[in-house]
Every structure is written in C-alpha cells, then in structure tokens.
C-alpha cells in the first residue's frame, strides 16, 4: 500500500459568528472527518453550498478562511502534522507542497501585473526554481495546458485574456513549483460549457503528466465524475458517503446522494405558443457606448404570454446585453421592441410607470442584488408602496403573502440578508420581482451560483409561480440541463447573433448547425469516460474536416 499524501483524521472546524443584536457565538462547519488521499489520486469533494467542501480543501494547506478555526483533528501532510507546525513551516508548506486554485480566476489575478510575473511567483519565493528555470517551466505547462502561444500569453495582463485561458493560468500557476497536491476549488462553475470542457480536459491531462494529488471540489457530480477516483460526499459538515467514483456515480447507497445524482428531474412539457407574443424584438442590433462594434446584431424572438423563451450561449454571446436592451439599460442603435402591442421606448428613464413594473428582471448573483443593510420585508415592501402605494398592515399582509408563496413563510420579514441561505436570498428576489405584479420576469443566470439541489427547487418554484401568475420568463442561461427543464422555447447566440430559434422540441433535435451541436455535446453526462469519449470524438471530426 502507498503511504498517503494526505491523511486527515476526525477534522474539526468551527468558527465564531456575531449576529446582529445578539451575542457572538460559536458554530461547528465540520464535524471529525476522515480521509485518505494517495499520491497521483484525484479526491471529489461534492455536496451542497455550505457542506464544508473548500473549508476541507483549505484545512489541506493548514489554514482556515474568514476567521474559520481548524479546532480538532490532525491533517498530516507528507508524513507530518502540519495543524501542528509552527507559522514557518505552514508557509513553506503552501505555495511549494500544496498549492490552490480558486473557483474566479479573474478576482485571483491581480490586474496590475503581467500573467507570468504571477505564475511563477511561489516557484521563485518558495526557493524551488531560479526565475528563469521557472518561466522556462510555465511556458511548458502553458502548452501542456492547451494554451494559445505559450510563449508570449505570459507577457499579457489577466484582462487581455479569456476567462477559460486565464482559469488554465491559475492552474498552472498552482503547478508550477512543482507541488505534490493541489486543491481546485469550483475551477469551473463560472465558465461555459464549451470552455468548461477544455479547462476540463486541460487539468486532468496536467494531474497525469505531472502525477500531482489532487482535492477536486465542486457541487457537479458529472464534472466530478471526469477527474476522480474517488468521491466523498458531504452534507452539512459530516461525511455521508466515501467510495470509488463508478460506486457513488452508479450505486450511490445513501439517499442523499441518491438525490444529488437524480437532480435535474424536472418534467416540463412544452406548451404551443399563443398567436400574439407577449413581448417581440424586431431587427435590435446594439452596440455599447463609444464603440463602433455590434454587440446583438438583427435580433429577432418573440416570448409568449405565460412561457418561457430560454436563450442559451457561451459567455460573450450577447444574452445579457439582450436583457439589458430590453429593460431599457441599453438603447439599441437599431430595431424596436414592442410589449402587449406597444412599443417601448428604447431608454428606460423614459419608459412609463406601468412598462416599468410589468417587465422585472431577476439577477445572477443574490447577494449583490439587495442591500445588506435592509429586512427582507423592506426589500420585498419597496416594489408594493412604489407601484401600488402601499403602506401599513396592508402592506405588511401583502409582504407575508409572497413569503408564502416563496415558500419561506413566517418569521422571514425581520431577517437580514446574511441570515439567509443562497436559495433563500434567490427567493427572496423573486418575491420582489412579483411584488410588481410584472406580466414578464427576465431571469438572468438565476441559478448558476446555487448549488444542484437548491437551484432544483428555485426552477420548480419559479414553474408553479409560472402556472399560478401566468408570468412569462426570459431564461438566459449557459446550463443545458436548466433549459431542458423548464423552457417552451429556446434562442441560441453566437458572438452577438440568433443561430437558431423555435420551440424547444424542435431546436433541440437534429439537424443542427455546428455551433448548436458543439454547445449540446458539451453538457457533462454522469458517465465516466464521457470527458475522452468526447475530446475523442471532436479529434476525429476535426480530422474529417
């Protein structure tokens, strides 16, 4: 048997939080788990947000984030207990034995230096290579890492590269001191799927070729299921369930599990448009201020009273810039929309009243959406007294009846934002998008920073809100799986274009265009081996052409 890399045993992790008005008090994040990691093995830590997964991962490096506390346990790395070291060690063991990489390159990298300055910075302050030894070795994993002119992409700074290129920087900026284990954390959530796929394949061929160990922590069982040997997965701090990758992905025994890998069983039947779309875009071609390059280019869809147009693309394709036109943030410099017959004006400041509250929009990210410094029933209370004039009890009625329909309930309205889960803080936003009683809801990326089963319940929710206000979605999204799920009909774009449009029956069977077919075998399947079945496939394609 190989001695582990990593061997942590009864890990306990906890922290000290100060809600507002009470006294501080001390919480438990992880409870005693244990776990073994072999040199050149690939461990997957999955569950939901909050599970404990990267305070795991970041417990491999001796180091607990925002004021968490490593309070039990021991985490032996390379045959030492390093919760024991003294501060020295603890530095020279991160950056050189065991190196990160977070879920956002882009809020990693420092946007003042160069790419290469920062890739090989640990290799040189750590003492494991001179400074030209170290650029000479990132050029090599820049090419290992499918990177386009590895010779130079090191002189540019983080701005000047794609978000996919920049997040196989930070992988080989972890690998670059030549590390004996490497923690990704989430290094693909925030990519779309035809870049995700390369990052994928990417990371795993450098975990090969270099033999690293490797924590893989993501909340994706079939992005889990390309890189793994083994899984463990995780629900509120404790260990539900360890075993190899083909045991948890095709035998999972632990219902939990068994919940995580039949997530995404959402049955929407498709419903047939009705004559009159509730809102058109009519030839919106737009570009942003002070540029001459069109953005959306000829743009026309339409979205029908109580459906939902989902529109699906790489990042960069135009769906949220469509949103914005369409909410008025942005003026087209050409085409018009029209909503219920009439149409809008093309900048917001002058829209009336009414267009105003029948067209919301729900945003990607909860917590920047609302004020932390408001209740919840501030937050949900504002659409009702600014549309509708509501005040007093009247209001404080109409602000429990939408918790209600959230689902949340009572005791929700004197609650902070910080006192809510991320599920919750999405439903919450829901609830302010219907307070306005809208006819059109722009969900934008709603549920790409939830967690599988969280973001399972805000699609169902927003199906049965669907079914009870008749309240039409725009769903711009780059999860496949999502719009399968919960669309009538669905928009493809590429760089600023409609490729293809119709129903989602007929836009989802072949024949497709080439983009449409890339973006579709994209989608990671719960298989192990699709990751080299695909790339394989792709070569052979390639060849062919």
Request: charged share 25%; net charge negative; with cysteine.
């Amino acid at each position: 048997m190989t001695e582990p890399l990593l061997k942590v045993r009864g890990l306990k992790i906890g922290a000290t939080i100060y809600p507002p008005g009470e006294k501080s008090r001390h919480i438990d994040i992880v409870h005693g788990v244990d776990f073994d990691l072999e040199p050149g093995k690939v461990l997957g830590l999955i569950g939901e947000s909050g599970a404990g997964k990267s305070t795991i991962g970041l417990a491999a490096m001796a180091y607990g984030r925002g004021g968490v506390e490593l309070t039990g346990g021991e985490v032996w790395v390379n045959g030492r207990d390093v919760l024991q070291s003294g501060m020295g060690d603890k530095r020279r063991l991160r950056g050189a034995e065991v190196t990160y990489v977070s879920q956002s390159a882009a809020a990693s990298f420092n946007p003042a230096k160069r790419i290469m300055e920062q890739v090989i910075e640990a290799a040189i302050g750590q003492g494991k290579f001179s400074k030209k030894e170290a650029e000479k070795r990132a050029v090599v994993l820049f090419e290992k890492l499918g990177l386009p002119d590895p010779e130079t992409i090191g002189s540019r700074y983080p701005h000047q590269v794609s978000g996919g290129q920049l997040q196989r920087c930070m992988t080989a900026l972890a690998l670059c001191p030549q590390p004996d284990l490497v923690v990704f954390d989430e290094p693909t959530t925030a990519l779309d799927v035809t870049t995700q796929i390369d990052v994928l394949a990417a990371i795993k061929d450098a975990i090969r070729d270099t033999g690293v160990a490797a924590l893989y922590i993501t909340h994706d069982l079939a992005v889990v299921a390309q890189v793994s040997d083994h899984i463990m997965v995780l629900q509120q701090g404790s260990m539900v369930e360890y075993g190899t990758t083909d045991q948890i992905i095709n035998h999972p025994r632990e219902a939990y599990t068994q919940a995580l890998v039949s997530v995404r069983s959402i049955k929407h039947e498709e419903k047939a448009p009705t004559e009159t779309p509730l809102l058109r875009t009519q030839g919106i071609t737009a570009r942003y201020r002070g540029t001459n390059f069109d953005v959306l280019k000829n743009i026309n869809v339409g979205i029908h009273p109580g459906q939902t147009l989902a529109v699906v693309g790489e990042s960069g394709s135009g769906k949220s810039t469509l949103a914005r036109v369409i909410t008025g943030l942005l003026p087209p410099s050409s085409g018009e929309i029209t909503f219920e017959g009439r149409t809008l004006t093309p900048d917001l400041a002058t829209r009336p009243l009414d267009d105003l509250r029948e067209l919301q929009m729900i945003y990607q990210m909860a917590d920047t959406a609302m004020s932390p410094r408001q209740t919840v029933g501030t937050i949900i209370g504002r659409p009702l007294e600014f549309y509708f004039g509501l005040k007093g009890k009247e209001k404080q009625t109409r602000i429990q009846e939408l918790l209600d329909e959230i689902e949340l309930g009572e005791g929700f309205q004197d609650r902070y934002p910080a006192e809510l889960s991320g599920g919750q803080k999405q439903r919450v936003c829901i609830a302010r998008a219907l307070a306005a009683k809208p006819k059109l809801i722009i969900c934008d990326e709603v549920t790409s920073a939830l967690d599988p089963l969280v973001a399972d319940g805000i699609l169902k929710l927003l199906l049965n809100l669907q079914k009870v206000e008749d309240v039409a979605y725009l769903f711009i999204t780059h999860d496949l799986a999502t719009v399968k799920a919960i669309a009538d009909s669905i928009a493809v774009m590429y760089r600023g274009e409609v490729v293809r449009y119709g129903p989602k029956s007929q836009v989802l069977s072949p024949p497709f265009d080439d983009y449409t077919d890339l973006l579709l075998s994209s989608v990671p399947e719960m298989k192990i081996g699709w990751l080299e079945e695909t790339i394989a496939n792709r070569k052979m394609e390639s060849a062919g052409n």
